[in-house]
């Protein structure tokens, strides 16, 4: 590695205090004493992964990232002038022009559930007020729509909603047959002694008394899988990690919660920060792995707050560090905000971000459980899927599959949104028909009949009135082709103008590809512009449904990651349920 | 020391072959006779497999597979030329000729026409399909950037980064359609920690970086890559013994490359080499 080169632009007094106070004054070389031949190289690997949030700070600091202060963060951490820019260009928080302004920044969301809750109108009022609005995709508070966020400059991060209700609790509040939402509006989130009053940290206690392979079995043994998309058995991960030896090993909860019409994570966190923790604690005693990481999305900043004081607290009582809750292992926990990258929430992209690197999607193989973060061996799970570990652990696989179908154990944790009454974060057993949590969901509001169901956001696809008897299962969704996914679940009357939710779908994806590979990156942008095109002709020719088939099939066929393969998904079954306009 | 070579067997379009373990699909076609496509691809850079030109079906795999990148496995059944591929593979090759300026780019004109690739059919009546569009970057005598031509291949940044310059000068900005190559706030390259050793033109497919000799002659017309000459000799600048090809026209020198599978440069020179001769030709020299 040869010497950084960095240009002549300087930091000022409050980007520097912004990026020491965020990284420590700890510089990867000392100039006087030596080069980075010597201990340097070593020390600057090691500390790549403080790019991200010394980006943070400079965005904060001035709200944008001028070039004397990336001069000083690449200084800070020698690294590359060129390599740091390509990394502040790859995220929607972060500007690299000067804004010309001071102030706060509001984004307001422009995906479908703010779509059809007048969110233009918002956007309207708010500039009209002098507001600078950025227009953003999907926020994570679907069931407070229109949804907005404001990123502070000079201070912190905030939520408006927040401010009118910090608490906000569930539809189902109480309910005893709650699992994984139990504890919230019952257990105050910022206690570490309310949490273990309500029987805290119990399972932890449990999982050292029967050891991880136990742990691992009974994890395996109770069917659980991945709730965040994909639906991987999480017994299979954690065995494969767990059976990794002599390198260090992480565990990683993926709170980057960014597939439109997803607030569940958001919710879980909020209001049960402490079992996000107990359990990514679970997770590092079975898998034998020393590292825990939280990567939260940007746009969360209560959930990042009450989540670093669950971390905190923890490390105060004993629970995380050395001899982590006295089972004779070390194990600790580190929180990372994403920047705003719906492909960050890819497990290889996340890793990527994390480690201070553009989000880019890794090709898989190698694994994640062999290769995952710094290459090294690591469980990623979603903060959904880890809660249920908890479960398991005390009171068994057994009485886990009490719930749900053979194929489907458990509950699940669905985000209502759209024209329901009661919008909202529901846990229902596996296999509740969807007519029922429609129902539970206070059925519809506004006028006209349902027109559709969006399910599993915009990597997911639309269903029809006729599935409302449709049991919400792994096996009944993907006979009927489509999917639980993230447990989306959108509701849209007939007098919604489908085409032009279909038309934003097709926007998000278009501006959430990483684009790295040319399936995805150029399809993306063809995709959309057809999708416009048929806006404004109203016509749906054989020609263009030929082209929309084959662009579909070229990005499902080739592209390298998850968000090519499912960005035509819903659009698809859009046009095959005949809900767009011109549809032949 | 000695090694030992394992040998893999698998089945490429029906035909049983037999090469080394580690050998990538790609390699392995090649030594079935079998012509892949390949663009972000080069034997003396690490596998990127953005392109997605050259995949191909693997038996029990639900997408298709990069061949440039996955190493053969025993037992492996293989499809270069099934539907989905002949699709994903015109499908690709029409994206890219869709916003990309592709006339200059190695080979790509005949895997066009061999799939069939109808890179016309994006622009639609009321919404005409977006282009990378781009002012050639012009900021010194030495090399020009047009990246109207770039596919984002990634090559010039992993020549200039740790496949070979360790400089890192470029990167990959933005996100997306708007991804380019690009410096830290686009600074030129005299600005930049560019070392004009020119290795990201040597590596780049598409002749989005290109020599200021050969930019400005194909501009006058006069750049006749049929008439040209290659004399490979050696840097005569220091001892470490570069193997240099010299591109002539008309008896001048218009631009150097080296050869990819030379043991000392394996391609890559310094600025010296590729772009210090204009001495040779200099006027005053006598
Ligand atoms: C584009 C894209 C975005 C994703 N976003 C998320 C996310 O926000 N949260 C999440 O848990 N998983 C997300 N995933 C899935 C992850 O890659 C991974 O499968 C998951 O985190 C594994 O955890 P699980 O097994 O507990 O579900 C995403 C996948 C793709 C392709
Ligand atoms: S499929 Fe899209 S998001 Fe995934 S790697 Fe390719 S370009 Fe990036
Ligand atoms: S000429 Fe060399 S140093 Fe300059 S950008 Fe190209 S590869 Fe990098
Ligand atoms: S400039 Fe050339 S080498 Fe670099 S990414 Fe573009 S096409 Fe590839
Ligand atoms: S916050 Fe608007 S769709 Fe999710
Ligand atoms: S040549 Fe294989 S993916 Fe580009």
């Known amino acids: 590695m040869a010497d950084i080169f960095i240009g002549l632009d300087l930091a000022d007094e409050v980007e520097i205090t912004a990026v020491t106070a965020a990284i420590g004054n700890d510089p990867a070389i000392v100039h006087e004493t030596e080069r980075l031949v010597i201990g340097g190289g070593a020390r600057r690997h090691e500390r790549r992964h403080l790019l991200l949030p010394a980006l943070h700070a400079l965005q904060n600091a001035r709200g944008w990232i001028s070039p004397g202060g990336l001069n000083h963060v690449c200084d800070v951490l020698q690294v590359p002038p060129a390599e740091a820019y390509g990394v502040a260009t790859f995220y929607e928080m972060f500007r690299v022009d000067d804004p010309g302004h001071g102030d706060d920044v509001v984004h307001v969301c422009m995906d479908a559930a703010c779509q059809i809750a007048a969110n233009e109108e918002l956007i309207a009022e708010l500039e ?21 966020f404001v990123q502070g400059v000079g201070g912190p991060d905030r939520v408006p909603a927040d401010e009118i209700s910090v608490e906000l609790r569930i539809p189902q509040q109480g309910d005893s047959s709650l699992r994984l939402l139990k504890n919230i509006g019952i257990v105050d989130p910022t206690s570490l002694d309310s949490y273990r009053a309500a029987g805290g940290f119990d399972a932890l206690a449990r999982a050292v008394e029967l050891g991880p392979k136990a742990v691992c079995d009974a994890i395996a043994d109770s069917g659980l899988s991945g709730r965040g998309g994909a639906a991987f058995p999480t017994g299979v991960k954690w065995k494969a990690v767990a059976a990794e030896q002599g390198r260090p090993k992480h565990v990683v909860a993926n709170c980057d919660e960014s597939e ?45 707050a009450r989540l670093q004081n669950a971390v905190d607290q923890c490390r105060a009582a004993g629970l995380l560090g050395a001899d982590a809750a006295g089972s004779g292992h070390a194990f600790d926990v580190e929180i990372r905000r994403g920047a705003g990258a719906y492909i960050c929430g890819e497990e290889t992209a996340l890793f990527a971000s994390l480690e201070g690197f553009r989000g880019e999607p890794r090709s898989k193989p190698p694994f994640p459980t062999t290769h995952g973060l710094f290459q090294e061996p690591t469980a990623i799970n979603n903060p959904e899927t880890l809660l249920n570990a908890l479960d398991i652990v005390l009171n068994g696989a057994d009485e886990y599959r009490s719930r749900g179908t053979e194929q489907s154990p458990g509950t699940k944790l669905l985000c209502l949104s759209g024209r329901v009454a009661k919008p909202g974060v529901y846990e229902i057993a596996f296999g509740t028909t969807l007519g029922d949590v429609l129902d539970l969901a206070g059925g519809l509001t506004g006028s006209g009949e349902l027109a559709t169901v969006l399910m599993g956001g915009a990597a997911g696809s639309f269903v029809g009135p006729d599935a409302l008897d449709m049991p919400l299962t792994l096996e009944d969704t993907r006979e009927r082709g489509t999917t639980l996914g993230s447990g989306v679940m959108m509701a849209f009357t007939d007098e919604i103008d489908m085409t032009a939710i279909c038309v934003r779908i097709s926007e998000f994806f278009r501006n959430e590809s990483c684009g790295q590979c040319v399936p995805c990156r150029v399809g993306t942008v063809r995709q959309h512009e057809t999708m416009v095109q048929l806006q404004r002709s109203g016509s749906m020719t054989a020609e263009r449904r030929a082209l929309v088939d084959d662009m579909a099939r070229v990005m499902v066929d080739a592209s390298i990651c998850g968000l090519g393969h499912t960005a035509a998904s819903a659009i698809n079954s859009a046009i095959d349920l005949g809900l767009i306009e011109g549809a032949p | 020391m000695t090694v030992t070579e394992v040998s893999v067997s698998l089945t490429i379009d029906g035909q049983e072959v037999d090469v080394p373990a580690g050998t990538s699909i790609h390699k392995a076609c090649e030594s079935a006779g079998i012509d892949t496509p390949t663009l972000c691809w080069a034997e003396n850079l690490t596998p990127v497999n953005v392109c997605r030109v050259c995949v191909v079906e693997v038996e029990g795999s639900r997408a298709l597979v990069p061949s440039c990148a996955r190493p053969v496995e025993d037992g492996m059944v293989v499809e270069t030329d099934s539907e989905r591929v002949q699709h994903s593979r015109k499908m690709v090759l029409e994206f890219l000729g869709s916003g990309i300026d592709l006339s200059q780019a190695d080979d790509l004109g005949r895997w066009i026409d061999h799939y069939g690739a109808e890179p016309d059919r994006y622009d639609q009546p009321e919404v005409p399909a977006q282009k990378m569009y781009e002012e050639p970057k012009i900021q010194d005598d030495l090399y020009i950037r047009d990246y109207d031509k770039c596919v984002l291949c990634y090559k010039c940044v992993e020549a200039c980064g740790d496949d070979a310059q360790y400089t890192f000068a470029i990167a990959v900005v933005g996100r997306g359609f708007d991804a380019r190559i690009g410096t830290e706030f686009d600074v030129t390259l005299p600005d930049s920690a560019c070392v004009y050793c020119g290795n990201c033109i040597g590596v780049c497919p598409t002749g989005a970086l290109q020599f ?54 394996h391609g890559h020179l310094c600025i010296k080499g590729r772009f210090g001769w204009t001495y040779v030709q200099s006027p005053t020299r006598r």
């Open chain 2, 212 to 265: 200021k000799t050969e930019f400005d002659m194909r501009n006058a017309g006069e750049w006749r890559p049929e008439e040209q000459d290659v004399t490979t000799t050696v840097c005569s600048f220091c001892g470490v013994g570069c193997n240099l090809e010299l591109h002539t026209q008309d008896d001048k020198i218009v631009k150097v490359t080296s050869p990819a599978d030379h043991s000392v440069t």
């Open chain 1, 260 to 304: 439109p019409g997803t607030f569940k994570d958001r919710v879980l966190m909020e209001n049960d920060p402490f079992a996000v923790v107990e359990s990514l604690a679970v997770a590092g005693f079975a898998t034998g792995a020393e590292n825990g990481w939280i990567y939260i999305r940007g746009e969360y900043p209560v959930a990042t």
């Open chain 1, 128 to 148: 009209a007020g002098g507001a600078h609005v950025h227009r953003s995709p999907c926020l994570g508070q679907c069931e407070r729509a229109p949804a907005q």
